[in-house]
C-alpha cells in the first residue's frame, strides 16, 4: 500500500515555439508527460501537469513580419492549434502557459531584477554569432563548417550588441557539487557525462538580453533590452505557480518539479542554465531532468526542409489519440531515438489494441452473457491456472509500478501486455467452451471461475493501461459493467478479487478496429544491414554523376511567363493502381487545384498534408490514370535517387514566387 499522504508531483514538458505546426516528435514528449501523470493520479499523488507555448524571440517577430501581422496576432493564432492538439490527443494538463502571458512576464521581470541586484547580472557588449531558428548564442570556436550552428547545421548571424550578461561561471563549482551530490538529477547517464563534460570545459557567462529586435519582455531596469528568450522561457515552470501572488498555495506545493521532460537537445539549458539561475535566486533546483530521444520518421530526422514531418492530427482522425500514445511508448525506449513508419505504426495497433487486447475483452465480454446472462459471480482460484493467473496479476501491477516510477514506460507496457497475452492464454487452457457443455461434475462452477478470472484480469488491465490509452480503459470498464473509472487508484487493483460478485456485463463496441496495413515505402529503417547497403550504393552513385552544366541563358521575359506561386496541401493520397502517383488538392489563394505528382516513394501522402510547397500554377493540364492535373509541384532531385520537394513556411497560399 502506498501513503497518500502528502504526496504531490509536478511534471512539465517544454514550452513549445509557435513557429510552425507540431509534428508527432512534439507529440511524443507530450505524450510521455500526460502518460507520466495520469499514472501518478492514479498512483495517489496530487499532480501539476504544465505545458504552454515559447512565444518570444527574433525567430517569432520575423516570421511575423513576413506575414504582416503582429507577433501575438500571429502565435495566438498557433496556439490556438496547439491546444486543440492536445485535447486531440487527450492529453490531461493542468494548465497551459503562454510566455506572453501578463503573469509570466511579471516573474521574468521580478527574477531578473532579483539576479541583477544580486550582482549576477552585468551589463558589457556582445559580439559573437547567433543560431535564430535555435535561439542559441555561440563563439567562433564552437560553430560548425561555413559559420553555421553545431547543434542544428543552420547558418548563424553575427550580432554585436550591448547586452547584460549572467554571471555562470560563478557557479561552475557550485553547479559541479550539486551533480555530484544529486547524481540522479540529468538522465538518462551518457546526457549526464555530457554536461559534466561541458561545464568543466568551463562555463562562459551568458548573454540575458537583446536590442536589436523588440518582441520580448522588457528588461525591468533598462527598457530598450528584452530578456534573452531563453532566460525568459525557462522561468514558465515557476511563473505558472503564480509565486508573486498573494495566494502562494501552488507555488509552496509544487515547486520544485519533480521532473522536466525535454528532448536530448535542450538538456543543456534544463540542466546547467536552469539550475545555475536557480543558485543565483535561491531557490530549490527541480528534482529531475530528463532527456528523451527524437522521433524519426523513415530513419532520418523530420525537417521541413526534407519534407518528411508528419502531422499528428491526421493520424489521430484517422486511428484515434490511443492508437498514436499507444505507438509512441510501446516503441520507444525513452532515451533512444526511435523511427517512425506508418505500416509499422499499423501493424502494432492491430496487434497489441485491436487484437491482444481488444478481442480479450470482446471474447469476455461475449462469453459472460452467453453462458451466464452476463452476470460475473465471484469465485475463489482453484485450478492451477486460475491461481498462476491471479498471481502474475499481482506481479505484473508490483512491476509496473516499480518501471512507472523509474520512468521507464516502455517496459511498464511490455510487462502488461505479457499479462494480457497470458491472460488470452488462460482463455486456451481452460477452454470455457468446453466446461460450458457441462460433461463432468463441477464444470459449471469451474465456468464461473473462468469467467470471474477473465473479468477480473480485464478490471486490472483497464487501470494499468489507463495512463496510456485513457480513451480505451474507460470502456473497458464500462462494457464490465463497473462504475466510477475515474477514481479508480493503483491501491484498487493491488489485490486479486475486487471486482465485485453480481457485476452485469454490458456488451459494447469493439473498442479497438482493426486498420489496413499500408504498404512500406521505404526500405525499413530498422534493418540496419539493408539501409547501410542502400546508403553506400546511392553515395557512391552521387560521386560518380555528373553535375549538368548550366542551361543556356533566357531572357527574363522567359522566366516571366512562368506563373510560381506558393500553394498549401490541403488533401493528399495515392492514385489507386498507380505505385508512383500521389493526387493533391492544392489551396493556391486564388482557387483549389488538383495536381497528380509522381513522388509516392519519397513521401507519405499523410506527410504532405499542410505543407506548403512551390507550384507552376499555368502548366497546361493533362491527364494522368483518369485524373486531370492542373499545373506542376515543384522538387528537386540528385542523381543518388533523392527527392525533396520544395518547402515554403511562413508565406501565405497565392505569394507568388519572383
Ligand atoms: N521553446 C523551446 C523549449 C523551451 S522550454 C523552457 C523549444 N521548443 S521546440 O518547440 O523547438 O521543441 C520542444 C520540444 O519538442 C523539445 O523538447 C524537442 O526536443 C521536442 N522535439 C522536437 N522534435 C522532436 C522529435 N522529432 N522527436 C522528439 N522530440 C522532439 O525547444
Known sequence: ???????????????????????????????????????????????????????????????????????????????????????ALNISNDDFIRTTEKRHEKVVQYLFQKAYDKGDIYKSKYKGWYCTPDETFWTEQKLGPNHTCPDCGRPVEEVEEESYFFKMNKYADQWLKFIDENPDFIQPEARRNEMIQFVKQGLEDLCVSRTSFDWGI????????????????????????????????????????????????????????????????????????????????????????????????????MYGSDALRYYLLSEIHLGNDGNFTLPNFVQRVNSDLANDLGNLLNRTVAMVEKYHGGVITAMPSVSEFDKDLASLAMQTVKEYETYMEAFDLNRAL????????????????????????????????????????????????????????????????????????????????????????????????????????????????????LSEATATSAATEETAQEIPPIKENIEYDDFAKLDLRVAKVISCEKVKKSKKLLKFVLDVGVAERTVVSGISQYYEPESMIGKKVIYLANLAPKKLMGIESSGMILSASDFADHLEVTNIESLIPGSLVK
Open 218 to 317: 522588457k528588461v525591468p531596469f533598462d527598457p530598450k533590452h528584452v530578456v534573452y528568450v531563453w532566460f525568459d522561457a525557462l522561468v514558465n515552470y515557476i511563473s505558472a505557480l503564480n509565486p508573486l501572488e498573494e495566494d502562494k498555495s501552488l507555488f509552496e506545493k509544487f515547486w520544485p518539479a519533480d521532473i522536466h521532460l525535454v528532448g536530448k537537445e535542450i538538456v543543456r539549458f534544463h540542466s546547467i542554465i536552469w539550475p545555475i539561475m536557480l543558485m543565483s535566486l535561491d531557490l530549490p533546483i527541480p528534482k529531475k531532468v530528463f532527456g528523451h530521444g527524437w522521433l524519426v520518421v523513415d530513419g532520418t530526422k523530420m525537417s521541413k526542409s526534407l519534407g518528411n514531418v508528419v502531422d499528428p492530427i491526421p493520424l489521430i482522425d
Open 1 to 87: 500500500m502506498t501513503d497518500t499522504a502528502n504526496k504531490r508531483f509536478y511534471i512539465t514538458t517544454p514550452i513549445y515555439y509557435p513557429s510552425a505546426k507540431l509534428h508527432i516528435g512534439h507529440t511524443y514528449c507530450t505524450t510521455i508527460a500526460d502518460t507520466v501523470a495520469r499514472f501518478k493520479r492514479r498512483a495517489g499523488y496530487e499532480v501539476r501537469f504544465l505545458t504552454g507555448s515559447d512565444e518570444h524571440g527574433q525567430k517569432i517577430q520575423r516570421a511575423a513580419e513576413a506575414m504582416g501581422i503582429t507577433p501575438l496576432e500571429y502565435t495566438t493564432k498557433i496556439v490556438n492549434g496547439f491546444k486543440d492538439l492536445w485535447k
Open 414 to 529: 511490455k510487462t502488461v501486455w505479457a499479462f494480457i497475452s497470458r491472460t488470452n492464454k488462460y482463455i486456451d487452457e481452460t477452454m470455457p467452451w468446453v466446461l460450458a457443455k457441462g460433461a463432468n461434475e463441477g464444470d459449471a462452477e469451474k465456468l464461473q471461475t473462468v469467467m470471474y478470472h477473465l473479468a477480473e484480469a480485464l478490471r486490472i488491465i483497464a487501470v494499468l493501461v489507463d495512463p496510456v490509452i485513457p480513451t480505451g480503459a474507460p470502456k473497458i470498464w464500462e462494457q464490465l459493467g463497473l462504475a466510477g473509472f475515474a477514481d479508480a487508484k493503483l491501491d484498487d487493483v493491488r489485490q486479486w478479487g475486487g471486482l465485485p460478485s453480481g457485476t452485469k456485463v454490458v456488451k459494447g463496441d469493439p473498442i479497438y478496429p482493426r486498420f489496413e496495413v499500408p504498404e512500406m515505402i521505404d526500405a525499413p529503417a530498422a534493418d540496419s544491414a
